[in-house]
């Protein structure tokens, strides 16, 4: 299997004020990860945990702090081949489409600044009917208004694979549709990854769609990856203390809620909605961990805990046991 994004050591910081101080927000900070072609990769944490800042920075919409992005083993050069071969799947597949002009508009462009070879006017029905959006001819004539959110995210796809990329970043593609149609953008962008042999970053919230589409599963908390593993490891067993609260955090209609509510020592302030702010160094979730110790304010390191699956808790390197 083909190595064909690398990512070592990135971060992105950003200058913020706190009334009258400055400090630095650590959006995030030395991040390693490998992403292969035909394999989904599933970037999972809660809002705020620094998932977006990862794929922008990819994106080539944002510069890094530091660190080191490779495309097939050599570092980016020209920005241009770069977007040709990463691109990306906006949130919103009404604000990512310009509403002045038509779905064929959208298509066309790509293909004319990548320099695609072959008709164009082919290239634009043949990209719609990859996204099953037919007859093709009457799509391309019509305004992002005209189309569902369904329809939009399949244009916005399209438009995606028109430079025939090595690297789809899809940053949240469903959580602004409906529920009913969630499912078949997420299985089109499946068999799109297996026909195109992408390497596809797959960013999300939602650990069922996570482990059901993905190979491996990456939790980010505070601008660092706290686990990663086979997406049924990480899920079915979960090692580090966040991802154990993100896994209760799922509604499971059998269980009353009463049962589902774990003692994690943070339940009051979820349900005020209030989060500790993160530490500077150590463990980010260490603030809301009901296991955190002195020693959580030291240097964390990355330990195996199975076949592939590691995590960033001294929990499983033979930590103290008392709190600090």
């Known amino acids: 299997m083909t190595t064909t994004l690398t990512v070592t050591d990135l971060s992105k910081h950003f200058p913020v004020r706190d009334g009258r101080r400055r400090r630095t927000l650590r959006a995030v900070d030395g991040v390693s990860f490998t992403l292969t072609a035909g394999r989904t990769t599933a970037l999972v944490?809660?809002?705020?945990s620094g998932k977006s800042t990862i794929v922008?920075?990819?994106?080539?919409?944002?510069r890094p702090t530091s660190g080191e992005i490779l495309l097939d083993g050599d570092p980016v050069r020209s920005t241009r081949?770069?977007?040709k071969d990463v691109q990306m799947v906006f949130q919103d597949p009404f604000a990512s489409l310009n509403p002045a002009h038509t779905v064929g508009h959208h298509l066309r462009r790509p293909l004319r600044i990548h320099?695609?070879?072959g008709d164009v006017r082919h290239g634009v029905h043949e990209l719609l009917e990859r996204v099953n959006l037919t007859p093709a001819e009457v799509y391309a004539r019509r305004y992002p208004h005209e189309l569902s959110g369904g329809q939009r995210q399949r244009v916005a796809i399209a438009r995606a694979l028109a430079p025939r990329?090595?690297?789809?970043?899809a940053d949240e593609p469903v959580s602004m549709l409906d529920v009913s149609i969630r499912l078949e953008i997420l299985n089109l962008i499946d068999r799109l990854k297996r026909e195109q042999d992408l390497a596809v970053l797959y960013v999300t919230h939602d650990l069922a769609t996570a482990r059901y589409f993905s190979s491996e599963i990456m939790?980010?908390?505070?601008g660092r990856i706290v686990e990663r593993g086979p997406a049924d490891e990480v899920i079915l067993r979960p090692a580090h203390p966040y991802t154990r609260l993100l896994e209760s955090a799922a509604p499971d209609p059998a269980t009353p809620r009463a049962a589902r509510e774990r003692d994690d020592g943070d339940a009051a302030a979820r349900r005020r909605g209030v989060r500790p702010p993160l530490p500077q160094a150590g463990c980010p979730f260490r603030p809301r961990c009901p296991h955190a110790t002195d020693a959580c304010a030291g240097e964390i390191p990355t330990v195996a805990v199975g076949e592939g699956h590691q995590v960033a808790c001294l929990l499983h390197a033979g930590?103290?046991?008392h709190r600090s």
Do not use: I
């Open 45 to 48: 944490g809660e809002s705020g």
């Open 319 to 321: 930590a103290p046991s």
């Open 219 to 222: 939790v980010m908390y505070g």
């Open 81 to 83: 081949r770069y977007r």
């Open 56 to 62: 922008r920075v990819l994106a080539r919409l944002t």
């Open 115 to 117: 320099g695609v070879t």
């Open 165 to 169: 990329p090595k690297v789809l970043l």
